[in-house]
């Protein structure tokens, strides 16, 4: 099946750690993307790519960092560096060519700090 | 920084009434405006997108509503069931900036059986 996956769906970090969220696609696309989902805020995009080694930050990439080695891998490492990084994360894919650029997205990984 | 705005923030609709959530933009860059369905734990999913061309489309049960003038947008569903009980997002694709989507704040709806 194609589809996006998002490892781990939980995930428990102390204070000062670095983390790495994992998200394969498998659909052949070209964009990825993390967004932060926080409660009664919506979606907010933290870095996307729409190609291999090439990465643009979005509205709140402070704190985060990415990498784009391969078409569908594009993980997120959630750093010390980010001040409050307990949300709900979602990775999504999408065609860059078309009419749409539909999102589709993973299940999510929820990061929690202790 | 491009808006959308989004209400209610949340929703309770008895079984087959209708569930109305309305979105608003700010920026004309837009050409792209879909809803998104999310379940608890879940991911967002794609229910029903439009064009600015196009004042409605519909699609089954629900039906996107487009007021380009009034930069408005709403989603109507009908004869709601408690199955339709998600988190609704509205959303804006930009022209511009790689083509990225900004987000309403979401709207919470309960459908009582």
């Known amino acids: 099946d194609g589809g996006i996956t998002q490892s781990p769906k939980y995930l428990f970090r102390k204070e000062g750690q670095n983390v790495t969220l994992s998200c394969e696609q498998n659909l052949n696309h070209d964009a990825m993307y993390w967004y932060r989902q926080d409660p009664g805020q919506g979606l907010r995009l933290i870095y996307y790519?729409?190609?291999?080694?090439?990465?643009q930050k979005g509205d709140i990439a402070e704190g985060y960092s990415v990498s784009r080695e391969k078409k569908e891998s594009f993980p997120l490492t959630v750093t010390s560096a980010q001040k409050n990084p307990t949300a709900f994360y979602l990775c999504?894919?999408?065609?860059?060519?078309?009419?749409?650029?539909?999102?589709?997205f993973g299940e999510g990984s929820r990061l929690t700090v202790l | 920084q491009q808006q959308v705005k989004q209400s209610p923030q949340s929703l309770i609709v008895q079984k087959g009434g209708i569930s109305i959530i309305n979105c608003a933009y700010e920026?004309?860059?837009?050409?792209?405006f879909p809803w998104y369905q999310q379940f608890p734990g879940k991911g967002p999913a794609l229910l029903i997108a439009i064009r600015p061309d196009v004042s409605e489309k519909k699609e089954g049960r629900f039906t996107i509503s487009f007021n380009k003038s009034a930069k408005q947008f709403s989603l109507h569903i009908m004869d709601s069931q408690p199955g339709d009980s998600a988190t609704y997002f509205c959303?804006?694709?930009?022209?511009?900036?790689?083509?990225?989507?900004?987000f309403g704040p979401g709207t919470r709806l309960s459908v009582l059986p």
């Open positions: 920026n004309t860059a837009f050409d792209y």
């Open positions: 790519s729409q190609i291999v080694n090439d990465f």
């Open positions: 959303a804006a694709r930009g022209t511009s900036r790689g083509q990225n989507f900004v």
């Open positions: 999504a894919s999408s065609w860059t060519g078309g009419n749409t650029g539909e999102l589709f």
